[in-house]
């Protein structure tokens, strides 16, 4: 009997052990990255000195060489570009004008949809039709959208108190109307921006037109524009007269930016990523630069603290998730012609606040020895660890059998300045992007170690 129970005393205070040792190796991090941290003067760089950078434009080549050069200064053993084809999309001029009842025109605040084709620089005048639910749309004859302008007057919803919940509800307005819309013979599309912020200022991000489909042009109006047309629709006729020459120009090659430090036990990988192309409007600081340098904050933590890995550490600044995607793919497929084992891969895509959780998806058996490790982060804001959905640019790799992780910080700020020109370095706290560095590089060190 006493040998039986020696057993478990033993093993527990191994484990005991072995998680001090952990949480003194994440306080180091902590104290690191908290104390002598870059990411919050690279995000500046990349804002302020290059700005948006739609994956395609002079901007995101710009990027591409900075992103080459941090990695390098932060210490990354080798460093390449990786091809990725993207489409090229270009916003150009645009106006929208309502027609109020006393008949003068009044210019609305809005942005064209990415990949959204526009006017080629002609008056388009309708009718406005106002719906506020697809529901209420596909209840419509053709005989009453044909040659109208509508409307999708869809308000963000306020009882999801995770905002992602929220933003995946209200994607489909801005992703897949327009086709809608132009099979029944419209027009163009209006939509209100998926947005938490109560102010006037529109939100772009990605559409797309069904195989076949007509590709009228799609427009969003910020929320109180979006009130205020609410409320004339109600009461009165109003045309509107869009005007725009937003349209695709084909594709081009540009670069993902890739950089690591090899590991002492094997090549297999333990990848962490953001996107490094943002949408062509404010400087995507939060959408994704943050995600960006906090990925690089990996890469110069290790090298500061002389970490030497078991498996190699790499860091991927993706090209192309905005309006395609073609970055995460490309990188997905490149690990089944390379045939390079990936253990785990890391992204942060939704903004530099404060981290509040990790989000996994991988077996069932990994997931729980992740989960296990939840009092060791606590400490440093992480208040949950579950499984849900990790994030666009790592997601081409499940088919592949990777682990994937995407860190969840607070969410409800994020959805007031997303896609949109509020999306700027100043929205940025210091404190919190480097919260959330700290506990990405932790996870990536508990994997290496641990895996």
């Known amino acids: 009997m006493k040998k039986l129970l020696l057993i478990p005393l033993l093993a527990s205070g191994f484990f005991f052990g072995q998680n001090t040792q952990d949480a003194q190796a994440l306080k180091k991090i902590s104290t690191q990255i908290l104390t002598q941290g870059e990411a919050y003067n690279d995000l500046h760089f990349l804002t302020k000195k290059i700005g948006n950078r739609l994956s395609g434009s002079p901007a995101y080549e710009k990027a591409v060489q900075w992103g080459a050069e941090q990695l390098k200064k932060a210490g990354a053993e080798k460093i390449w570009l990786q091809p990725v084809k993207v489409p ?15 008949g003068t025109w009044t210019k609305m605040k809005m942005l064209s949809l990415g990949n959204s084709e526009g ?13 506020n639910t697809l529901e209420e749309f596909n209840q419509l004859k053709e005989s009453q959208v044909r040659d109208k302008i509508v409307f999708f007057n869809y ?45 006037d200022v529109p939100h772009t991000g990605g559409m797309h037109y069904d195989e076949g489909s007509k590709k009228i042009p799609a427009v969003a109006l910020g929320p109180l524009g979006a009130d205020r047309l609410a409320q004339l629709l109600k009461t009165s006729k109003v045309s509107a007269k869009l005007n725009s020459n937003c349209g695709m120009k084909g ?44 990925s690089i904050e990996v890469i ?25 995607n073609r970055g995460g793919e490309t990188y997905a497929d490149s690990l089944n012609v390379k045939k390079e ?29 992740v989960k296990s490790w939840l009092p060791l982060f606590e400490p ?60 990405m590089t932790q996870l990536i060190y508990m994997i290496d170690q641990h895996w």
Not at 119 to 131: E, F, R
Not at 173 to 185: E, P, Q
Not at 355 to 360: C, K, V, Y
């Open 251 to 294: 594709e081009k090659i540009t670069h993902s930016v890739i950089g690591e430090i090899k590991g002492t036990l094997d090549q297999k990988v333990i990848a962490v990523g953001g996107h490094l192309d943002s949408w062509d409007v404010g400087e995507g600081a939060q959408d994704d630069g943050a995600g960006v340098v906090q």
């Open 155 to 199: 308000i963000f919803r306020q009882d999801f108190i995770e905002t992602f919940e929220g933003y995946s509800d209200a994607g489909k307005y801005r992703s897949s109307t327009a086709s809608l819309v132009a099979k029944k013979g419209g027009k163009a599309v209006i939509v209100r921006s998926i947005s938490t912020a109560v102010d």
């Open 341 to 369: 084992p990936h253990l785990f891969a890391l992204e942060s895509d939704s903004g530099g606040y404060s981290p509040r959780g990790f989000g996994l998806a991988m077996t069932a058996e990994q997931s729980a020895q």
């Open 380 to 439: 440093y804001g992480i208040q949950h660890i579950n499984d849900s959905y990790p994030g666009t640019d790592i997601i081409p790799m499940k088919k592949y059998g990777v682990a994937l992780a995407g860190l969840i910080p607070d969410s409800q700020r994020y959805f007031d300045l997303h896609h949109s020109e509020s999306d700027v370095f100043e929205a940025v706290n210091r404190r919190e992007l480097l919260l959330g560095a700290t506990v």
């Open 300 to 324: 110069r933590t290790f090298k500061k603290l002389n970490i030497k890995p078991k498996h190699t550490i790499r860091a991927v600044l993706f090209a192309n998730e905005e309006n395609g």
């Open 119 to 131: 006017t080629q620089g002609k008056d388009l005048v309708g009718d406005l039709i106002m719906v």
């Open 88 to 102: 090229v999309w270009e916003r150009g001029t645009e106006s929208l004008f309502i027609k109020t009842p006393s």
